[in-house]
């Protein structure tokens, strides 16, 4: 409640000066900002004497009872008993010129003589922050959801990319979000804006200024840029800058915006900015708008792929295989992309060190390399050769040393499901890591990296049990592929029991002397050909295969559970593994579900399992069950280059694909 | 065809050079685009010894029959007469090393010698050109749609903005698409983008080139710029330049895409851009993409109001009336804007200089003011006071010397009608010109403004008669009010028939000797007041009248047609028009229905009708008529500054408006 008694009027006027009873005019300035109210203390101003008082107005300036909302008569003489003792005052058109709007109160005695007037020179200024709530690219003028979010397609808030990419080429690995400049029109391209709308006078009242500011969290999380009419544009606020003074101008003024991190355990991804109107120092206004920095998102194998990525190996043990993978990948209507050995120093497990994503703001879309904390020889690959313009990296590492599990072939993410009612329309991540139950000797996946991926919030990660694996990833016992269900996939899991039933049916129709991985060498020349009836008689092998399976069945309530499925969802492929002699389990032959997802093109690990009339019985069995579904099988001998080096074609490549159609601000709710 | 006979090789290898049967190996270098056909007249490289042909294929190539499309067997050596005389070669993937694929085509003698063996060395090229066809913000890759336009919210087709604002301050009225550069960041919000994508082997092979091309026509209506990653961007096509070579670079390459012209008389708005790939200076493959420039689009009463301006005269004669308005403008949440004298050097016809409209693309939106031609004492205030960042300017103007149908009072839009079946969702422009039946002294809109408004084509114009008035403006005859209906506003027309209606139901109540336009004068001191019965014994009027209402009927008749309404569409307010000397009508009294419509609130010029009991008989009527359909009327006094000038509060006022919600593509089909 202003207290125009307690403030020093900007002139005096004295009818005369010596007599206690003179007739004082008392002349103040305020500021009135565009609709919204200012309480004024009216009755405190009465001097004693008074009896009625008069309110004079000058332009559009409304005079209101605080408590009853009723206007107040203006330009006639009200006893004070009817008057409010509390009014305020509202313009709802800004002012074109200085104090161009004013109150006048004059209080009467008795005798309907002047006693005192004072008057309220008032200049009404509108300021407005605005940003794209409604989410459409274009930023709105006042949307009442600015300073808030709503998830959905009838939802509201505006969205901030992380400018994780790189538009120009800097010299060292740089992203565009570590420069306080923004460098050139492409850059320009993946921030948001906010305006600041000020109309009012052409110039703020003298003592008056306009503040942005953040809270210093925020400032950590973003930078906002001015000068957009210049070439380059200048750092407001980011990390060690909370607050700025906004420049005089004439026109609305256009801000850019870039986010700095992604969601993280510490960061909800929502970000606050204030507009402060101050005059004299004190805060007269104060308007707010928030952000959302979109979260960064996997692409389940449903999704098309784009550009296949595999390393060629400086010995060129997978030559063969990468002209072999470019004809599936060419009629999977996608491209194969050849990583030289300059650049992966013979890491061939493109699968392990990233996992290719993207994020998206209205208008905008930019993918993104999770780069993992495991930094073999394709540690420099993302930095090198994915990352440019319009493809961002985001990485997560610690002091923690990466194990196995921290490869990404530990990391997928199902196709969208719906849990008891409650949808996942981007699918679920899945990764693998231990069982409360084991003590000893535990593998997870790093704690920065699974709370980066559970703050990401839209694709709810689960994870699951593949410390039981050697290598510990769980593309070696899960996969989904593309069915023409309701759900529009199934999810195919290995299985140790399936391989016993079709090694013991080839034994029972007489083909107990057909042979596995048939012509195949172990490493030191070990030749690897067992028949069925051997592998059926290894007691020590069947024992280890039933605790793995019960393994991969636990994994299999689990993701029941988790992903809303039914048995009808699961696919069964026969799989046999071996212990690695520390309990954990190995592949026995090459590993069907570690397979390449290309549309409805299987790029599946050769099994070399037993033949009947030419015919290997596992691929058999394999195209049985998936043929049915559309799927085209493609089995392909990847024995040396990878299945030796205790991986799969799978974990040999990785898969870049087009987003999800839906944007995650809609479909996630 | 290919003939590889009429090309020189770039080896050969001659077993035995002075045989005439000498054994010729003869090597050749061909690029392939990928996913495109390349035909080869296989038969006709045959020497004439030859009865036997075996293909061999390195890396991902098909080799099929032209017309059966069956993949011929490679590898084998098969008799001339199974080979089709013609087949295709095909890649589905991009070389990632230069010459990584080559066919060989080895001819045999009956005696399976080998006569002659053509070798084609391949480089698979990617190239692409693309652009934001969906409408999402995005560029697409790829999409089926990128060269084709189609209205409709399941429409498609990449749209482009005149980028016809001024986003930094230039010395003089320059606006930012006279410029050859990118003048900043702000300036580049107002691009569409245009992506070409070659991602093949690093290096194009020698001899290669990608050019951007397009006709002498587009090249005038657009420019294209490259080099992004610097600050400004370096103009490639535009006026004088058709076409560009492309540089090598190793990434997709982005460019930016402005409109320099409006759709109009000849330019339907698409224009057309190709992309070639040449090698030895014959063209491999050509892509193609189109835009369409986005239309310049009014905004009709029944969109909200956002600002109204109005020029401060320098005589203070409108101050009352400003500081009146400006209430009425803030309860319809709207501003006023007030023009100083300095910049309308005493043309206070706000309404006539300018129409404000706007101009969308997906994810960008410009107020566009269209500057008539009129071009008096509010000529320069368009350009200096509403070109900006975001508020573009386009003009039309020609030798032909205005008249006063050329003012904007003049241009009207309606709001969205359905007409016979046909969907006008924007409404249809209404603009006012002369009938065929008048063959003297006829007025009509300028062409070139004319052309330019049927050329924007999605407020497929209407033109009616405005020359039988003397300023000859329908805003002095019709106009539009939002109305709770199904079709959502009303038309409301003149009618001096109600006038008279009015004024003889006054009469035989016993009011003729009440007093029209009491106590106001014309120019020289001459008295305005007039008695009811004064007016209705006035026979010269009267017939005046009966003729001005012909006209009005008129009128009636085409809108009715037009514009697909009913009787029940139309409201008439009363208002008289006497003959101005020269057979036109000038308003009686000032006229109602040329009014500001706010939301529901109306800024009514008062009338100064006969009184009843204190009440102004015209005010009534129209609160009759008006207000049961929510509307609020403000007659405001307007008779002093604009009726003595022949105008109303109307034509001294302009309003910019929200932009219709829906987007012009998915609106119009």
Chains 1, 2 share one sequence.
Request: charged fraction near 30%; glycine fraction near 6%; charge should be negative.
């Amino acid at each position: 409640m202003r207290q125009l008694l307690d403030v020093t009027p900007i002139a005096t006027e004295s009818s005369d000066a010596t007599s206690a009873s003179a007739l004082q005019r008392r002349t103040y300035e305020e500021v009135l900002v565009m609709g919204q109210s200012m309480p004024l203390a009216l009755l405190r101003l009465a001097p004693s004497q008074a009896v009625s008082v008069r309110l004079d107005v000058r332009g559009e300036v409304e005079v209101s009872a605080l408590e009853t909302k009723q206007l107040v008569p203006l330009g006639v003489s009200l006893p004070l008993t009817q008057i409010p003792e509390r009014v305020y005052l509202l313009a709802r058109t800004f002012s074109d010129e200085l104090r161009d709007r004013s109150l006048e109160v004059t209080f009467f005695n008795v005798n309907n003589r002047e006693l005192t007037s004072y008057k309220l020179l008032l200049t009404v200024l509108q300021i407005c922050l605005d940003v794209d709530a409604n989410r459409d690219g274009i930023v709105d003028e006042n949307n009442p959801h600015k300073a808030d979010w709503k998830w959905g397609a009838d939802g509201y808030g505006a969205i901030l990319l992380v400018n994780s990419d790189q538009d120009i080429d800097y010299s060292d690995d740089k992203q565009d979000l570590d420069d306080y400049r923004i460098n050139g029109l492409l850059d320009f391209k993946d921030f948001s804006f906010l305006v600041i709308r000020r109309i009012g006078p052409r110039d703020l009242p003298s003592g008056c200024e306009l503040r942005l500011s953040v809270n210093r969290e925020t400032s950590r999380r973003i930078r906002i840029f001015d000068e957009l009419d210049r070439s380059s544009g200048h750092e407001l606020i980011g990390p060690g800058r909370r607050d700025a003074t906004i420049r005089d101008t004439e026109q609305d003024l256009v801000l850019a915006v870039e986010g700095l991190h992604y969601p993280d355990i510490d960061f909800d991804g929502l970000v606050k900015i204030d507009l402060t109107l101050s005059c004299e120092h004190e805060q007269v206004y104060k308007d707010q708008v928030m952000f959302r920095v979109a979260p960064w998102i996997m692409t389940p194998n449903t999704l098309a792929p784009k550009t296949v990525y595999i390393c060629r190996l400086e010995d060129k043990s997978n030559r063969k295989l990468i002209e072999e993978l470019r004809k599936i990948v060419g009629k999977a209507k996608a491209q194969l992309e050849v990583v030289p050995p300059s650049s992966n120093q013979g890491d061939r497990w493109m699968q392990d060190e990233i996992e290719i994503g993207y994020t998206q703001a209205p208008g905008k879309l930019m993918y993104v390399v999770l780069d993992s904390p495991r930094n073999r020889g394709l540690d420099d690959f993302p930095e090198e050769r994915l990352l440019g313009p319009n493809f961002g990296l985001v990485t997560r590492e610690s002091r923690e040393r990466a194990n196995k599990l921290d490869s990404f072939g530990n990391l997928e993410v199902s196709p969208p499901v719906s849990v008891n009612g409650v949808n996942y329309p981007l699918g679920r991540i899945v990764f693998g890591g231990t069982r409360p139950e084991i003590t000893e000797d535990r593998r997870r996946m790093m704690k920065v990296v699974r709370d980066f991926l559970y703050a990401q919030q839209v694709q709810a990660p689960i994870e699951v049990f593949s410390d039981w694996l050697s290598v510990g990833h769980i593309d070696e016992f899960m996969t989904f592929v593309p069915a023409p269900t309701a759900k529009g996939f199934k999810l195919i899991l290995t299985s140790a029991d399936q391989s016993y039933t079709i090694l013991k049916q080839l034994e029972s129709d007489g083909y107990g002397k057909a042979i596995l991985r048939e012509g195949k060498y172990f490493s030191r020349g070990r030749k690897a050909d067992i028949t069925v009836s051997e592998v059926l008689d290894d007691k020590t092998l069947a024992r280890q295969n039933r605790r793995f399976q019960e393994f991969i069945n636990w994994n299999r309530e689990v993701l029941k559970q988790e992903l809303g499925l039914t048995e009808g969802d699961i696919i069964d492929l026969p799989a046999l593994f071996e212990d690695d002699g520390e309990g954990r389990a190995e592949t026995f032959s090459p590993d069907m579900v570690n397979m390449i997802v290309l549309g409805k093109h299987l790029v599946i690990p050769k099994p070399y399992g037993p033949k009947v009339k030419g015919e290997c019985q596992f691929e058999a069995y394999v195209k049985r069950v998936l043929e049915p579904l559309g799927l085209i099988c493609h089995f392909l001998d990847d024995w040396e280059p990878y299945f030796r080096g205790r991986g799969e074609v799978h974990c040999g490549t990785n898969t870049r694909r087009v987003p999800f159609a839906q944007s995650w601000w809609e479909a996630f709710v």
